[in-house]
């Protein structure tokens, strides 16, 4: 017998049924299901709908299904239309009609909805650990090459040298900004308690909803119900926060993959997390970086579907919300199986100072020149001509920028003396670059401490 069939002189139709069911994808949030329902009962007696012994029977109830969910042993039925109402039938099962009595003045509007937010707060704080574990891979390789130099790169051309510590860095920052969202999600997912909102109208019973509140360790009790059942910001803002994070993934990947080909040479992947080819001997392949780079595409996807299924729904709850579970938990699954090899690949990965090193080209200190002569008194933007005509001179002559001679710059600005030559140094050009957030050897010891702080 299913919950609302009652009115209805016939079956639902089996197509129907396999369209309109979700047992097949929300069984996952038994826990958070369970979990409301206890607070629900408890709510229940407190305001005297139900008996003390009912609350007793029902809670018990509630924990021997939890127990079978978690022991694997638990049965799914053909009428089990979802997980709400899974439970309560095997609840009824087990304790008799009083297990009717549980959904007293409650909907699978407020119930779904209460539970979606409490299974994302699970979720997405899974997630920042898991964000967490990659950065501190990314400190601990980052704090090897401190001072390991590697060719700087803008427009995905070789731009100034920077440190290797430097480099990876930058992405602790990007997935520490990526924690700040999910953290922001997760907080955001448990601001307004739904349940007590009934199907859209509050509930007729004197439910003390602030009880629940607490229970459930939310904010507050949603101040509307019919916003309540219907709000799904929530997922909206944990599916970007997930979307950004895989964007940030896949941009080291492509890092990763670039700086992996030989070519390049600069890094190179443990074999435990690269692939082959069954064709070519020789090839080594970054399947796990593409595979990373190509899931973000599957994230934002989910995203902008999710956000148009969102745009034209009408007041109070559709069954259109259906639609924020299947890519909500597609995108966290996509996400967790990503960071764990993503980390993996970062902790064993094998930096090439040596090729680093030898990618670096006088051409990339052109804009130390420059400072050269700022030093000497002359404007930047006279000074950044200055040291453009010299790279052009350069090339004319078919040698690198530090091969000019003196008295070659001399004759593009007086101002060049013997003491240029100490310019074409690539340590202490980096060296120089000293301020917070510079690439400095220095600079990137204080981001390295503060980052151990932040973890």
């Known amino acids: 017998m299913t919950l609302w069939g009652g009115r209805f002189s016939e079956p639902t139709d089996d197509d129907l049924r396999a ?5 097949g994808f929300d069984q996952r949030m038994y826990k958070e299901d369970i979990q409301g329902s206890i607070a629900w009962a408890k709510a229940l007696g407190g305001a005297g709908v139900i008996s003390g012994d009912d609350v007793e029977q029902i809670v018990d109830g509630l924990e021997n299904v939890r127990a079978e969910f978690d022991a694997g042993t638990f049965e799914f039925k053909a009428g089990d239309e979802d997980i709400h109402t899974a439970v309560e039938r095997r609840l009824t099962e087990l304790i008799g009609a009083v297990g009717g ?14 539970d979606l937010r409490l299974w994302t707060r699970a979720a997405l704080n899974a997630a920042r650990e898991a964000v967490a574990q990659l950065q501190a891979a990314l400190v601990e390789q980052a704090e090897i090459h401190i001072e390991t130099l590697m060719p700087g790169y803008t427009h995905v051309q070789t731009a100034q040298p920077v440190t290797a510590g430097h480099w990876l860095m ?37 439910i003390e909803r602030n009880q629940l509140v607490s229970q459930l360790e939310f904010d507050a009790a949603s101040p509307n119900s019919l916003d309540a059942v219907s709000d799904r910001d929530y997922v909206a803002d944990s599916m970007y926060a997930l979307s950004m994070l895989t964007i940030h993934l896949s941009r080291l990947s492509e890092d990763l993959i670039w700086f992996s080909n030989p070519a390049f040479g600069y890094v190179a992947l443990n074999d435990r997390y690269s692939t082959g080819s069954s064709l070519m001997p020789q ?3 970054p ?21 148009t299924t969102l745009k ?6 559709n069954k259109d919300l259906q639609e924020d579970k299947e890519p909500l938990f597609d995108s966290f699954d996509t996400l967790m199986r990503i960071l764990p090899v993503v980390t993996a690949v970062i902790k064993t990965l094998k930096l090439n100072p040596d090729k680093m090193r030898a990618a670096l080209d006088p051409d990339m200190l052109a804009t130390d020149l420059a400072d050269y002569l700022v030093l000497k008194g002359m404007p930047f933007r006279e000074a950044h001509h200055v040291s453009g005509r010299a790279v052009r001179l350069a090339a004319e002559q078919g040698i690198k920028l530090h091969e000019l001679t003196v008295e070659s710059l001399r004759g593009l600005s007086a101002l060049f003396t013997d003491d240029v030559k100490e310019v074409f140094n690539f340590a202490a050009s980096v060296a120089r670059r ?9 600079s990137v010891r204080q981001q390295i401490a503060h980052a151990k702080r932040l973890l």
């Open 101 to 114: 009595r549980l959904h007293t003045g409650r909907s699978r509007n407020d119930q779904v909805a209460t």
């Open 434 to 442: 000293s301020v917070i957030g510079g690439t400095a050897p220095a």
């Open 287 to 307: 399947d796990p970086m593409e595979l990373a780079r190509g899931k973000a595409g599957r994230l934002i996807g989910n995203l902008t579907g999710f956000l």
């Open 19 to 23: 369209l309109n069911d979700s047992i």
């Open 312 to 317: 034209g729904l009408p007041t109070g709850y």
């Open 170 to 206: 930058s992405y602790f920052w990007m997935f520490q900004r990526d924690r700040g969202r999910l953290r922001h999600a997760a907080d955001a997912s448990l601001e307004w308690l739904p349940l007590g909102a009934g199907a859209l109208a509050g509930t007729a019973f004197p």
């Open 283 to 285: 090839k080594r392949n």
